[in-house]
């Protein structure tokens, strides 16, 4: 099956970003995958509405806004403000995983961190991330742990600094 890259046939890295430190992981990686799997990062970062929100949001909350803050936030970490290698972000609405897996139509690769900010901490694997292993149209990486790009981003060590 032909997959339908983008632009001039350039081969796209999927990464979900949801601001936790394992998508930040998930970026670092990624940016470790480029070379051979790609071309060019897509840094995704989710929205959607709580169903208990029901037809009604907060006043004064805009979730876009809060999404590419998050997005923006987990990019200067990963990278320290110079990542090594070309990422485009998108913020987009609707279901994290639903998303990813369409974005995995026309990726070579699709990297997401194993847990993110919802569920229970307990859980070894992630709703979003198990939902993407089950249903991506290309190969996916799922990080565990945290990582840091060494100074000449060739190799990774573990992290020292978190989110918080």
């Given at each position: 099956m032909m997959k339908n890259f983008p632009a001039a046939h350039e081969r796209v890295v999927v990464v979900g970003v949801d601001g936790s430190l394992s998508?930040?992981?998930?970026l670092q990686l990624a940016a470790q995958f480029v070379p051979a799997a790609g071309d060019v990062i897509h840094a995704v970062a989710a929205w959607h509405y709580p169903l208990?929100?029901?037809?009604y949001a907060p006043t004064g909350w805009n979730p876009?806004?809060?999404?590419?803050?998050?997005?923006d936030r987990a990019l200067a970490i990963a990278f320290h403000d110079e990542a090594p290698c070309r990422v485009e972000r998108l913020?987009?609405?609707?279901?994290p995983a639903e998303i990813l897996i369409e974005k995995s139509k026309s990726a070579s690769?699709?990297?997401v961190g194993s847990r993110g900010h919802g569920g229970f901490a307990g859980l070894l694997l992630g709703s979003v991330s198990?939902?993407?292993?089950?249903?991506s149209a290309c190969p996916v990486l799922i990080s565990h742990g945290a990582l840091q790009l060494s100074h000449d981003a060739s190799t990774v060590t573990p992290a020292a600094?978190?989110?918080a």
């Open positions: 998508s930040v992981t998930a208990a929100f029901g037809l876009q806004d809060q999404a590419e803050e998050v997005l913020v987009l609405q609707g279901p690769l699709v990297v198990s939902a993407i292993a089950e249903r600094e978190s989110l």
